[in-house]
């Protein structure tokens, strides 16, 4: 055991692999939409309280800044399912080879993407 190991790591020089990163960010996009979520449902209230605050609404969604967080909230909720999908067939023991597994965390993310830019055109 004549090894030098070092005092502290580096963090910014060790390469994350895909799948370490859709672990990462699935955390990241739940911890997002549940800490969105009483905001979400403020605004879904607000839009049925009366046609006065849904109009309030409908001007405020208009601006390019709420869109791009609606936009957003769209792309982490649609990341968190499809991740949430993979890491479901993860834990019935499918495609756990490395293969399989970096193939799968590239379709999250493009599933993630192309679903967000569907929601996109459809919001905008």
Not at 13 to 31: D, E
Not at 52 to 77: D, H, M, N, R, V
């Amino acid at each position: 055991m004549n090894k030098k190991r070092p005092k502290h790591l580096a963090l910014h020089t060790i390469k994350l692999p895909l799948p370490g990163l859709i672990s990462i960010l699935h955390r990241v996009s739940g911890l997002v939409l549940f800490f969105s979520l009483p905001l979400i449902l403020w605004l879904f209230q607000s839009s049925l309280h009366s046609i006065e605050t849904y109009t309030q609404l409908k001007i405020i969604f208009y601006y390019p800044l709420s869109k791009i967080i609606l936009l957003g909230l769209a792309w982490f909720f649609f990341h968190h399912f499809c991740a949430g999908i993979r890491y479901l067939g993860l834990d019935f023991h499918m495609g756990t080879n490395l293969k399989q597994a970096r193939s799968s965390s590239r379709w999250v993310l493009v599933a993630g993407i192309l679903l967000t830019i569907l929601a996109g055109s459809w919001l905008c």
